[in-house]
């Protein structure tokens, strides 16, 4: 809630700043007095900040950035008022942010990365032991979805293992034997979460497709989503099945092969997208 009414407060100030704009406005001019004040007033240079907003009103600038490594408890977003000379009125932040929102944050920055196996393997070795000391309470105030992720004890690949790349080959190829999809599967979803765990005594790796979006550049557009979308129902018209929207795998971590079936999930979509991954009686009792 107080990290909601800061952002109010800066869209306020942005909004009344806007309608003071003059013309000749630089916002480059102002990213660099905004920069150079940063690093006199705070000592963060240029390249360990993602800039927001910046709008120039009334002789002063108003802006936000985000401090790019900053503490796990913390929310790294620095509002700031500048007078168009360059002197500093006011910086405030970051401030701390909730327990759930903590381990949400760190969760999703691992999601749609290549190596999200390693960013969750080293996320989970940080909040096991966060998680164990909790208060009943506490651990009440997480999503109970992102307490089982941390839960099931996600870890680096064993010695042994297959390498990620191979067992996502294998997950995808055994897939496509099993219920005849296209051979170019991985070519028409997109992967949102790898992890390697042990499950049932033996490690496995567990991979999770959706369908490509809006939020992907490349899909961006209506005219992009457009011939997405007939290519994938043209690829499944073919086997005759309708696309699922996801779908998520798991395979043997030394051999390669499937442990089950597939789960699937059509549109109107039934899972949260981490449903598959921690394995919810709903979700395992979709599989076929």
């Not at 620095?78 to 903590?102: F, H, R, W």
């Not at 099945?241 to 059509?266: N, R």
Request: some cysteine; overall charge negative; glycine content about 6%.
């Amino acid at each position: 809630m107080k990290r909601n009414r800061r952002i109010l407060s800066l869209f306020l100030a942005l909004l009344f700043a806007a309608a003071c704009i003059p013309a000749h406005a630089d916002e480059n001019a102002g990213w660099e007095l905004a920069f150079a004040m940063l690093e006199r007033e705070t000592g963060y240079t240029r390249d360990q900040l993602t800039p927001g907003q910046i709008l120039e009103g009334g002789g002063i600038w108003n802006f936000s950035v985000f401090i790019n490594s900053h503490a796990e408890d913390e929310d790294g977003m620095l509002l700031c008022e500048m007078a168009t000379t360059g002197n500093p009125l006011s910086i405030t932040g970051p401030e701390k942010i909730a327990l759930d929102t903590q381990l949400e944050n760190a969760l999703k920055s691992c999601f749609r990365q290549d190596d999200c196996y390693a960013r969750l393997a080293d996320v989970t070795a940080r909040w096991q032991p966060r998680l164990a000391v909790l208060s009943s309470d506490e651990k009440q105030s997480i999503w109970p979805a992102y307490r089982k992720v941390i839960e099931i004890g996600i870890v680096h690949p064993d010695e042994g293992s297959l390498a990620c790349p191979e067992a996502l080959r294998a997950a995808l190829n055994g897939t496509a034997a099993l219920l005849g999809w296209p051979a170019d599967i991985a070519d028409l979803y997109c992967l949102i979460i790898s992890a390697y765990y042990v499950s049932g005594g033996s490690p496995v790796w567990f991979f999770y497709f959706e369908q490509h979006s809006y939020f992907e550049k490349e899909y961006e557009s209506d005219e992009a989503m457009d011939r997405y979308q007939q290519l994938l129902d043209r690829a499944f018209a073919k086997v005759g099945e309708e696309a699922p929207y996801s779908f998520g795998i798991l395979v043997d971590a030394v051999t390669g092969e499937l442990k089950e079936a597939p789960m699937l999930d059509y549109i109107p979509v039934r899972f949260n997208y981490l449903d598959f991954l921690i394995r919810t009686d709903e979700a395992i009792a979709s599989i076929e």
